[in-house]
């Protein structure tokens, strides 16, 4: 079985594709989408630091986000290369719709171990929908070296993704860790149908 059939039956089980029209339309507006995937970088390292923070005590999550934090922040400098290479301006960051409806959804209250889970899950769909949208860069866009790039990232973000929701059912029961995670996946599913399409944005 190739990566790519693997994934899809295994790992991505959104329950909302990517309107196919997203690609067309970031392909249009590369440079917006190239800074606003930095930040995406940017962000996913400092949520793991965040995460770090809060759970000193638990071993396996520190000795399992460190790398991750590098390799997050690695794939920064990786777009950042990208985006001078082809004399782009950085800029600064834009109003993160998608994520901020996410964070809407987080479970407020509870146990330690209910908030990380919330939070482990948070960043494993925000992992899955970045590695839905790289996949779709990495087939249609016609920037060769930029088709690499996005396949290369794609397949780490899947990692990324197995390795927050096995966290999650070692540190909290697996049976409500997969009936929370079938909330998200629909919850995510019903913002992405009421946002506006926008090629401007990596989500």
């Given amino acids: 079985m190739s990566w790519e059939e693997s994934t899809r039956q295994k790992m991505l089980h959104l329950k909302l594709p990517t309107d196919p029209r997203w690609v067309g339309i ?3 507006q590369i440079e917006d989408i ?3 995937h930095a930040y995406c970088e940017q962000k996913a390292a400092s949520s793991c630091i965040s995460l770090i923070l809060r759970y000193p005590d638990l071993d396996e999550l520190v000795d399992t986000l460190t790398p991750i934090v590098a390799e997050e922040w ?3 400098e990786r777009v950042m290369e990208q985006l001078r290479k082809r004399n782009m301006k950085f800029g600064f960051p834009r109003k993160d719709e998608y ?3 996410l964070n809407g959804f987080v479970k407020k209250g ?3 171990k209910q908030q990380l889970t919330e939070h482990l899950l948070l960043n494993a769909l925000i992992e899955a929908r970045s590695c839905e949208r790289f996949k779709l860069l990495s087939k249609h866009i016609q920037d060769e070296e930029l088709k690499k790039f996005y396949y290369e990232l794609m397949i780490s973000e899947a990692g990324h993704y197995v390795t927050f929701i096995e966290m ?3 540190f909290h029961d ?3 860790v997969n009936q929370r995670w079938q ?3 629909d919850y995510e599913a019903s913002i992405l149908k009421e946002m506006e399409l926008r090629g401007d944005r990596m989500h």
Avoid: C, N, Q, T
């Fill in 26 to 28: 970031a392909e249009m």
């Fill in 34 to 36: 190239l800074v606003d």
């Fill in 74 to 76: 690695g794939h920064f």
């Fill in 99 to 101: 994520v901020i409806k």
């Fill in 110 to 112: 509870g146990s330690r």
């Fill in 168 to 170: 999650a059912r070692k």
């Fill in 174 to 176: 697996p049976e409500y």
């Fill in 183 to 185: 909330e998200w996946l």
